[in-house]
């Protein structure tokens, strides 16, 4: 069964870091993601892998940074210069697909989510 749990979410002041992990369980995936999805707003790309390539939402690039432990299977997010427009709650998510890497329709697996709150 496959189960993705993510941790490193928290509160921070704005320009801050913080660094996101989700461990894959039950199968490797090929391409995975993270997603967020503020109060009142709809879930959104963040940025993605697939077989090493990364991919963002112009709204994190050059302040975020994802990478892969595929030995652990393991996914990461550094976010630095937060600001409180990153505010969200921050969702792991894998696909065994291989369409858009940032098209949250084509992801099939989701974790739980967590929760980072920026500060302003």
């Known amino acids: 069964q496959v189960q993705l749990a993510e941790s490193g979410g928290g509160l921070v002041q704005a320009g801050g870091s913080l660094r996101l992990s989700c461990a894959a369980s039950g199968r490797p995936f090929d391409t995975m993601g993270w997603f967020r999805q503020a109060p009142g707003k709809e879930r959104e790309s963040v940025a993605a892998?697939?077989?090493?390539?990364?991919y963002y939402a112009s709204s994190v690039k050059g302040r975020f940074t994802i990478s892969r432990a595929y030995a652990k299977n393991t996914m990461y997010l550094q976010m630095d210069s937060l600001t409180p427009e990153d505010t969200a709650i921050y969702y792991c998510?894998?696909?065994?697909?291989?369409?858009?890497?940032?098209?949250?329709?084509?992801?099939?697996?989701w974790g739980q989510g967590t929760q980072v709150t920026v500060s302003s």
């Open positions: 892998i697939r077989f090493g390539g990364t």
């Open positions: 998510a894998a696909t065994t697909r291989y369409g858009a890497v940032l098209d949250r329709t084509g992801y099939d697996y």
